[in-house]
């Protein structure tokens, strides 16, 4: 939330895109959505069902 009011108050430039994506490696962020989202409901049917 906090996050979200700060890009209301900046113009989002291609640069400012590819600067953040390049500071950032694929496996933190995929850990960053997993403590924020969770697990997905596709993958909580999938280990549910996997024991059938």
Do not use: C, D, Q, Y
């Amino acid at each position: 939330m906090v996050l979200s009011i700060v890009l209301a108050t900046i113009r989002i430039t291609p640069k400012i895109v590819f600067e953040a994506m390049s500071s950032i490696s694929t496996s933190t962020l995929k850990a960053w959505i997993k403590e924020v989202f969770g697990e997905s409901i596709m993958a909580k049917r999938k280990a549910a069902f996997s024991n059938i």
